[in-house]
């Protein structure tokens, strides 16, 4: 059984920083992607970054690129997101999840295990 664990949520006012980790066990971390998604209240959820299997390759919404940073540990099982500069439109609960391929794509339907979420807020 495959378990995902975010951590690292908070209150942060605008412009500061937050560094989001995600801990996963239950199969071999390193064969797959990994991607982070979030959703705010009364909106779907959406893709905010995504990085493949070995970390080489890493995609993100148009929304956070520049402030926002991905990566992996595989010797650790944990994904990264360190998220900067950040805006209160950034507020939402953010979700990490494990793909079932490798490449790191944007569809939620590419994920099949998901975390729990970590509430992400953003005041102005």
């Known amino acids: 059984q495959v378990q995902l664990v975010e951590s690292g949520g908070g209150l942060v006012q605008a412009g500061g920083s937050l560094r989001l980790s995600c801990a996963a066990s239950?199969?071999?971390?390193?064969?797959?992607?990994m991607g982070w998604f979030r959703q705010a209240p009364g909106k779907e959820r959406e893709f905010v970054a995504a990085?493949?299997?070995?970390?080489?390759?890493?995609t993100y919404a148009a929304s956070v690129k520049g402030r926002f940073t991905i990566s992996r540990d595989n010797a650790k099982n944990t994904v990264y997101l360190q998220m900067n500069r950040l805006k209160p439109e950034d507020t939402a609960v953010y979700y990490c999840?494990?793909?079932?391929?490798?490449?790191?794509?944007?569809?939620?339907?590419?994920?099949?295990?998901w975390g729990q979420g970590t509430q992400v807020t953003v005041s102005s």
């Open positions: 239950g199969r071999t971390f390193s064969s797959y992607a």
């Open positions: 990085v493949s299997w070995r970390g080489g390759t890493t």
């Open positions: 999840a494990q793909e079932k391929g490798r490449m790191g794509t944007t569809s939620n339907h590419a994920y099949d295990y």
